[in-house]
């Protein structure tokens, strides 16, 4: 005899089967781009979707470094909302004294997504309405195709339906599961939890606060070809004119077998001189990382008269949140102010891709090369010690140091 226990449980894997793993994937990389932008992540829910989206705004916070919030979390503004202002209105309001930008997210977990036509989950209509009017991204894990949420988001996971009977016990059973996994995504974590951090370490590594090592990237004239003109390097204006290179796709995979993260750190000048918007700048990036595995992009969009800290040569794109262990990363650039970058950030190696451009070198790189798979080499080769290796071998003496140097391959390479 079956038991409601075992025909339960066989739905469960089923739907675990049937799970849409690709729609995953695009909500994973829809998260990791709003990252990347410096955008927040407002988490709307009711009922169990209230509580998963309490839960779920402490592991992206503590697990993949996002700025996240859930109003339901405010019991008492809540409830104020609600008892001076209507129920479906307070998720919206809440969002509007939040200051809801283009830049953010909104996330729903819903059952069935909303529906004005049906008076259901109104107060997450009337939310999703806003963050439409606003232009952010909208996101959920729903467990109707026909709702409200499922229409209009821009990533949407739909929790199967195999037993009519047991819709919200599975919808809500596998949001936990979904966000669970995102928050463990490659692309997305950027801390472990409590018992896999305390998993064994590997050899001459020990744990501590810094996050793991990256290879910040700059990205044009690295990943793809920069428009050269007068020997001056200029960024593509749209999709359509960017061309990867053709090495780039092998050797960040050679990166990422070895387990760094993949960080593309990037100055686009042209939107504050009004030359690029932003949607274009994004639109490049995001055909970029549909081809490449690209964990994350960091954008500095100023010009130098707005002295910000983010603008290369400044470091701040590097030690933006997510945090990295910097003395294991690298940073690859072609530009004299990705070296002078790296160097003020604190990253264990520079590597110069000499592009040709005729600029001037104020600052030494750790190695000199001329495409990124010859980076590649460098760096997983064990020459990478860096600075602070080279800056302790000087203190024994420049014929040691070279001594040591030319036996470990350290120094810039000889081309």
């Given at each position: 005899?079956?038991?409601?226990?075992?025909?339960?449980?066989?739905?469960?894997?089923?739907?675990?089967?049937?799970?849409?793993?690709?729609?995953?994937?695009?909500l994973?990389?829809?998260?990791?781009?709003?990252?990347?932008?410096?955008?927040?992540?407002?988490?709307?829910?009711?009922?169990?979707?209230?509580?998963h989206?309490?839960?779920?705004?402490?592991?992206?916070?503590?697990?993949?470094?996002?700025?996240?919030?859930?109003?339901?979390?405010?019991?008492?503004?809540?409830?104020?909302?609600?008892?001076?202002?209507?129920?479906?209105?307070?998720?919206?309001?809440?969002?509007?004294?939040?200051?809801?930008?283009?830049?953010?997210?909104?996330?729903?977990?819903?059952?069935?997504?909303?529906?004005?036509?049906?008076?259901?989950?109104?107060?997450?209509?009337?939310a999703?309405?806003?963050?439409?009017?606003?232009?952010?991204?909208?996101?959920?894990?729903?467990?109707?195709?026909?709702?409200?949420?499922?229409?209009?988001?821009?990533a949407?996971?739909?929790?199967?339906?195999?037993n009519?009977?047991?819709v919200?016990?599975?919808?809500?059973e596998?949001?936990?599961?979904?966000?669970?996994?995102?928050?463990?995504?490659?692309?997305?974590?950027?801390?472990?939890?409590?018992?896999?951090?305390?998993?064994?370490?590997?050899?001459?590594?020990?744990?501590?606060?810094?996050?793991?090592?990256?290879?910040?990237?700059?990205?044009?004239?690295?990943?793809?070809?920069?428009?050269?003109?007068?020997?001056?390097?200029?960024?593509?204006?749209?999709?359509?004119?960017?061309?990867?290179?053709?090495?780039?796709?092998?050797?960040?995979?050679?990166?990422?077998?070895?387990?760094?993260?993949?960080?593309?750190?990037?100055?686009?000048?042209?939107?504050?001189?009004?030359?690029?918007?932003?949607?274009?700048?994004?639109?490049?990036?995001?055909?970029?990382?549909?081809?490449?595995?690209i964990?994350?992009?960091?954008?500095?969009?100023?010009?130098?008269?707005?002295?910000?800290?983010?603008r290369?040569?400044?470091?701040?794109?590097?030690?933006?949140?997510?945090?990295?262990?910097?003395?294991?990363?690298?940073?690859?650039?072609?530009r004299?102010?990705?070296?002078?970058?790296?160097?003020?950030?604190?990253?264990?190696?520079?590597?110069?891709?000499?592009?040709?451009?005729?600029?001037?070198?104020?600052?030494?790189?750790d190695?000199?090369?001329?495409?990124?798979?010859?980076?590649?080499?460098?760096?997983?080769?064990?020459?990478?010690?860096?600075?602070?290796?080279?800056?302790?071998?000087?203190?024994?003496?420049?014929?040691?140091?070279?001594?040591?140097?030319?036996?470990?391959?350290?120094?810039?390479?000889?081309?």
């Amino acid at each position: 005899m079956t038991t409601f226990s075992r025909r339960y449980l066989d739905d469960t894997a089923r739907i675990a089967a049937a799970l849409d793993a690709d729609a995953i994937e695009r909500l994973a990389a829809a998260l990791a781009l709003v990252r990347s932008r410096g955008g927040r992540l407002f988490l709307l829910g009711v009922g169990g979707g209230a509580a998963h989206a309490s839960h779920a705004v402490n592991d992206f916070r503590k697990l993949a470094g996002f700025e996240a919030y859930a109003p339901t979390d405010n019991v008492s503004e809540v409830t104020a909302r609600t008892n001076d202002e209507g129920w479906d209105t307070v998720f919206a309001a809440w969002l509007l004294e939040s200051r809801l930008r283009r830049e953010d997210a909104v996330f729903v977990f819903s059952v069935g997504g909303g529906s004005a036509e049906r008076h259901i989950s109104e107060n997450l209509v009337k939310a999703l309405e806003l963050a439409r009017s606003v232009g952010c991204s909208i996101l959920g894990i729903v467990g109707r195709d026909g709702g409200y949420a499922a229409r209009v988001a821009d990533a949407c996971v739909i929790v199967p339906t195999v037993n009519a009977a047991a819709v919200t016990p599975h919808t809500e059973e596998f949001q936990a599961v979904i966000w669970h996994l995102l928050v463990s995504h490659p692309a997305l974590q950027t801390a472990p939890a409590k018992w896999e951090s305390m998993t064994p370490w590997p050899a001459g590594e020990k744990p501590g606060e810094a996050g793991p090592p990256a290879i910040f990237l700059d990205r044009d004239g690295v990943l793809n070809a920069a428009v050269v003109r007068n020997r001056k390097p200029f960024p593509p204006s749209t999709v359509d004119e960017l061309r990867v290179l053709p090495d780039v796709k092998d050797a960040l995979a050679r990166l990422k077998a070895a387990g760094y993260r993949l960080v593309v750190v990037t100055n686009q000048p042209d939107v504050a001189r009004g030359a690029q918007t932003r949607d274009g700048v994004e639109a490049i990036n995001s055909a970029l990382g549909a081809q490449l595995p690209i964990d994350e992009f960091r954008v500095c969009y100023h010009d130098d008269r707005d002295g910000c800290t983010c603008r290369k040569p400044k470091p701040g794109l590097l030690l933006r949140e997510p945090r990295h262990d910097l003395a294991r990363s690298a940073i690859v650039g072609d530009r004299g102010k990705d070296v002078e970058a790296g160097v003020q950030a604190g990253v264990g190696a520079t590597v110069f891709i000499d592009r040709g451009y005729g600029e001037p070198l104020h600052t030494k790189p750790d190695a000199a090369v001329h495409s990124l798979s010859e980076a590649v080499d460098w760096i997983l080769s064990g020459r990478r010690q860096g600075r602070a290796d080279r800056r302790e071998g000087s203190a024994r003496g420049s014929s040691e140091r070279e001594g040591a140097s030319e036996a470990s391959g350290g120094g810039i390479p000889r081309k």
